[in-house]
């Protein structure tokens, strides 16, 4: 390695073939381009995804000149320009890998003063950068500023006195509005320090005194007005960061020649900083609960239910999506208690102001053939997002709701808002088509049905009254078979046997539908009036089963040996909930 070897080891060897430790500095970069690549396509790609849904990137004018008026705006627009590709996981993945690398090296080309062997710091913004994405609220505009101060910085350093003293005082304002308050580490990083420390002071003032002429409080100008989803607030990581850099970049400058040996045990202690540092920065439950949210908008039902076998989902978030993937694929009767349940908010979690669990709670819903309460949450999931971005997900399903409501009008100005997009356009496109085509809606797989699905006529219900919404739903049309599902099984998860059975009588008078746990709770109604099921109505395995649990359940009810029927609605009736 260059960095790591004396003058005489940069010879060339015989056959003029140059050595491979002089491209080592550029190996390393390549491997951490390629750990990120593969960390965001392999280990996160749902991440990616979840960033992208929650914005709305335009090509407009408008939306340009909107971004532009702000302090950052040139970063905030090229980040979002960057992240509506995040829709292709493989193209979002090389997009983060090229800015890492960026950071990387561009963090080493103002550190070049520094005595060869300390290549190894130049990784500690990336990896200081890398755990700090494992907050999901931090946006890439960030990153993006970064990149563009420390590009500036570079340029800067390479400038004479003079000439830098008039970039300095007319540049650090442009930068200010084009990166926001990331200005501040090229400030700090000019040099000679009397020209840095006058920069920082006059980056300083245009901080402040843009509070004057912005609609933004101080506070958020200073924290930078798109690095953080949540305005106002700034993970201490971020502002170390740019701290940390600028140490780097400014700070180290006479450091001592370091011998090969020490040179590979910074390497590796880098390199263990970053592995030690990646555990402790993804939470994983809130990565789990933005999966099955992925899995959910790709309609990957059995996706979803590998995913609740591997692993069994126990908020209810998880518990929700895995119960409406085995509802769409007409297996929650049967494998319901397969998987942890918490009652009817394993159905329908409660509703809370947050753009997942909105958007979730929005998908049960619209599956279930509630369109308009559908259509209410999506607006609630839009304006839950706390830094007033719009969402393609949620414009997408806005035009959805109103085309099968035949608000045409109105599902045209979403759909020609999507036709702005990259990747929205060509299914809006498709969808303008279907406006006015009553035949080609009804005709929809998805629509048409949804469209017979629907109440004709709103109504105020209680999310407490699951089982009431979907006897309306089963009223309306017995072809509904999801609602049937969660008709039987909302009693079920409250323990009301009574209740089911009631609701149990009437579906299997309608429909023929008698699944398994159907069968496994009429036969413990019947058991607890001392009674048989009439024949037919329970199989002879499930009744077999029951009789073998009840003598088991009677001898001893905190037996070990009832854990072989923790899969049965017995069970969860009596023991589990």
Same mark, same amino acid.
């Given at each position: 390695m260059r960095h790591l070897s004396s003058s005489a080891d940069s010879k060339r060897p015989e056959g003029g073939r140059l050595p491979l430790r002089r491209y080592a500095p550029w190996l390393a970069t390549l491997a951490l381009g390629l750990a990120v690549f593969l960390f965001w396509r392999l280990r996160y790609p749902? +991440?990616?995804?979840?960033?992208e849904q929650l914005q709305l990137f335009l090509f407009d004018g408008d939306y340009l000149a909107t971004r532009l008026a702000e &302090?950052?705006?040139? +970063? =905030?627009y090229v980040a979002e320009f960057l992240v509506q590709f995040y829709n292709s996981v493989t193209l979002g993945s090389i997009i983060l890998a090229v800015l890492f690398m960026l950071v990387q090296r561009l963090t080493w080309q103002l550190m070049k003063s520094v005595a060869d062997g300390w290549y190894a710091l130049s990784f500690v913004p990336a990896i200081m950068l890398w755990y700090a994405m494992g907050d999901e609220n931090m946006l890439l505009t960030y990153t993006v500023a970064l990149t563009m101060a420390l590009a500036a910085a570079l340029v800067a350093r390479r400038l004479g006195r003079r000439a830098l003293l008039v970039a300095a005082a007319v540049g650090i304002p442009i930068l200010y509005?084009? @990166?926001? &308050?990331? %200005?501040l580490l090229v400030a700090v990083c000019l040099s000679p320090t009397w020209v840095a420390a006058g920069a920082t002071v006059y980056a300083i003032a245009l901080i402040l005194g843009s509070a004057w002429i912005q609609p933004y409080p101080l506070l958020r100008l200073v924290l930078g007005v798109d690095y953080y989803r949540a305005p106002m607030t700034l993970p201490y990581v971020l502002m170390v960061i740019p701290a940390v850099t600028a140490v780097l970049c400014h700070g180290c400058r006479r450091l001592p020649l370091l011998r090969r040996p020490m040179a590979w045990g910074l390497a590796a202690g880098v390199a263990l900083l970053g592995l030690v540092g990646l555990d402790r920065g993804y939470d994983s439950k /809130?990565? *789990?609960? @933005? *999966?099955?949210?992925?899995? %959910? =908008?790709? /309609?990957?039902w059995q996706g979803i239910i590998a995913k609740a076998e591997a692993k069994t989902p126990d908020l209810p978030m998880s518990v929700s999506a895995t119960n409406l993937a085995l509802a769409m694929t007409n297996q929650l009767g049967d494998r319901a208690f397969d998987f942890y349940q918490r009652g009817t908010e394993g159905l329908l979690p409660k509703f809370e102001r947050n753009f997942a669990t909105t958007q979730l709670t929005g998908e049960i819903y619209f599956h279930l053939g509630l369109v308009n309460t559908a259509q209410r949450l999506a607006f609630e999931a839009m304006e839950s997002i706390p830094n007033y971005n719009k969402s393609g997900r949620v414009v997408k399903r806005l035009a959805e709701t109103n085309l099968i409501n035949g608000e045409y009008a109105v599902a045209r100005k979403y759909l020609e808002m999507l036709e702005k997009t990259i990747f929205y356009r060509p299914w809006a496109e498709r969808t303008l088509r279907l406006l006015g085509n009553e035949a080609a809606i009804n005709a929809h797989p998805l629509y048409g049905s949804l469209r017979q699905f629907r109440l004709a006529d709103d109504f105020l219900f209680s999310e407490d009254e699951l089982d009431k919404i979907c006897g309306q739903l089963f009223l309306h049309n017995q072809k509904n078979q999801m609602a049937a599902q969660y008709l039987l099984m909302a009693p079920l998860l409250d323990i009301d046997i009574a209740r089911f059975m009631s609701y149990a009588q009437y579906v299997q008078s309608q429909i023929n539908y008698n699944p398994r746990h159907c069968q496994e709770a009429i036969a413990f109604a019947f058991m607890q009036q001392r009674q048989q099921p009439p024949q037919g109505l329970v199989s002879q395995f499930v009744l077999q089963q029951m009789n073998e649990f009840a003598r088991i359940y009677a001898a001893n009810s905190s037996s070990p040996e009832l854990g072989r029927f923790r899969n049965t609605a017995w069970y969860y009736l009596t023991i589990g909930k």
């Open positions: 749902f +991440a990616l995804v979840y960033q &302090p950052g705006g040139l +970063a =905030r509005w084009l @990166i926001g &308050p990331m %200005v /809130k990565y *789990e609960l @933005i *999966e099955y949210d992925y899995l %959910v =908008r790709l /309609k990957d």
